[in-house]
Nanobody
Framework: QVQLVESGGGSVQAGGSLRLSCAAS????????MAWFRQPPGKEREKVAI????????YYRDSVKGRFTISQDNAKNTLYLQMDSLKPEDTAMYYC?????????????????????WGQGTQVTVSS
């Protein structure tokens, strides 16, 4: 059974930094990609960043490009999201996800919440 557990969320002032971690356990060798999603208050969940597990290629949504960095440590089975220059609009619940479905990994695809594996979420709050 695969489990994803996020940590590292918290409250920070605008311009600050946080690093989120996602520890994966169970059989993780078949993931095509891992990703970070976020759900701002009152809004739908959105894809933030993807890393393709075999190539380590990455994708970012436009609003976080140049500020966020997704990375993976295969030895530790851990996914990271380094978030710099945080803005109040980055305030959201952040979720880690992983999938064995290649279709989910396309940046424009609709990766539904009932596909793949998901963590429980970690809250990030950025104050102005």
């Amino acid at each position: 059974q695969v489990q994803l557990v996020e940590s590292g969320g918290g409250s920070v002032q605008a311009g600050g930094s946080l690093r989120l971690s996602c520890a994966a356990s169970g059989y993780t060798g078949s993931f095509y990609c891992m990703a970070w999603f976020r759900q701002p208050p009152g809004k739908e969940r959105e894809k933030v960043a993807i890393v393709y597990t075999r190539s380590s290629n990455t994708y970012y949504r436009d609003s976080v490009k140049g500020r966020f960095t997704i990375s993976q440590d295969n030895a530790k089975n851990t996914l990271y999201l380094q978030m710099d220059s945080l803005k109040p609009e980055d305030t959201a619940m952040y979720y880690c996800a992983a999938t064995t479905r290649l279709l989910d990994c396309y940046p424009g695809s609709r990766w539904s919440a009932d596909s793949g594996y998901w963590g429980q979420g970690t809250q990030v709050t950025v104050s102005s």
